[in-house]
């Protein structure tokens, strides 16, 4: 399994980006998406993630609100549509897959994961 993240860039505070992270490979079965991000001198951290399946999603509290998962099944690909960017959700956004019908906050949990996208929010 391999994901490509893409759409980070820079942006004004209060802004918009759509990340997205492409799924490719042989997958079977349920399995989860979710996004981590990791500011500098900072742990990574956890954003969101989608079921495949069912589309059950789940946020971060940071994120709550602001943040938008959804998923399109024939392309494969995970979106990430953020609003109201903020200075404090500057970092470098990865995506992950799990291979299990459940989402996960840990990234302990995920089996694979795409290279990072850079957001940058100014003030």
């Known amino acids: 399994v391999q994901l490509q993240a893409s759409g980070g860039g820079l942006v004004q505070a209060g802004g918009s980006l759509r990340l997205s992270c492409a799924v490719s490979?042989?997958?079977?079965?349920?399995?989860?998406v979710g996004w981590f991000r990791q500011a500098p001198k900072k742990e990574r951290e956890f954003v969101a993630a989608i079921t495949w399946s069912g589309g059950s999603t789940v946020y971060a509290d940071s994120v709550k609100g602001r943040f938008t998962l959804s998923r399109d099944n024939v392309k494969n690909t995970v979106y990430l549509q953020m609003n109201s960017l903020k200075p404090e959700d500057t970092a470098l956004y990865y995506c992950?897959?799990?291979?299990?019908?459940?989402?996960?906050?840990?990234?302990?949990?995920?089996?694979?994961w795409g290279q990072g996208t850079q957001v940058t929010v100014s003030s």
């Open positions: 490979g042989r997958f079977f079965g349920y399995y989860a």
């Open positions: 992950a897959f799990r291979v299990s019908y459940y989402t996960s906050n840990k990234d302990n949990d995920y089996d694979y």
